[in-house]
């Protein structure tokens, strides 16, 4: 299976991306973990993307881009993928799209994880005021990666509607529930 989910910052994506590649036995692909771990590590790509990753803002589409093409080269990705955080603008989806073309491959699933707008600013705001480690959660930084989901990432989603079925998952329970209605969806309507 080639999947993307999306879903708002808050919404639990991270952690149903993880359980479901797993489930599934594909690999999970990140790009903000990617991104993270080269700043961590201080490579160049750390360097490049560091400043975006601490304000909450936005890589360049493509950089962000050519970051998945190479990703997706690598052999494991033969059995299927699961892209978590990308793509998260109109033009990264054209990108990918384009991509898996040239591959002779297209996604089987996209998952939109929903979340009423009030439990995530509830949340994220929590996340920020706990401390979670990670240097963009803080509450400014979590108030800007909302609004740039809203403006940038949002249409993402609509862009997928106009051309496949999406399959809207409910984001409200535990993280069990929701990971089962996850798979549910997938794996029985095949
Ligand atoms: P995430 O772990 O997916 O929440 O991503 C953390 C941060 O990495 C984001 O706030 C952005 O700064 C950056 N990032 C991750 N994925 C992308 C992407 N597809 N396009 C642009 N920036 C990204």
Redesign the pocket.
């Known amino acids: 299976m080639r999947i993307v989910i999306l879903g708002p910052?808050g919404a639990g994506k991270?952690t149903q991306a993880v359980l479901l590649a797993s489930r599934l036995a594909i690999p999970h692909i990140?790009?903000?973990?990617i991104?993270?771990t080269a700043v961590a590590q201080g490579t160049p790509l750390g360097l490049a993307?560091k400043g975006?990753?601490d304000s909450?803002?936005?890589?360049p589409?493509q950089l962000?881009i050519d970051l998945i093409g190479e990703r997706l080269a690598q052999k494991d990705t033969q059995k299927g993928f699961l892209l978590?955080?990308?793509?998260?603008?109109v033009d990264?989806a054209r990108a990918l799209d384009q991509l898996l073309e040239r591959l002779k491959l297209s996604l089987s699933d996209i998952v939109q994880l929903n979340v009423p707008d009030q439990v995530l600013i509830d949340r994220i705001m929590k996340r920020a005021e706990s401390g979670s480690g990670r240097s963009?959660d803080n509450r400014e930084v979590a108030a800007s990666?909302l609004q740039t989901y809203w403006t940038q990432t949002a249409p993402v989603t609509a862009y997928y509607r106009e051309r496949r079925p999406v399959t809207d998952i409910d984001g409200l329970g535990t993280v069990q529930e929701i990971h089962d209605r996850t798979f549910n969806a997938l794996t029985q309507k095949k």
């Open positions: 910052p991270g990140s790009t903000g973990e991104m993270r993307v975006y990753l909450g803002a936005l890589v589409d962000v978590d955080g990308f793509p998260r603008t990264q963009d990666r």
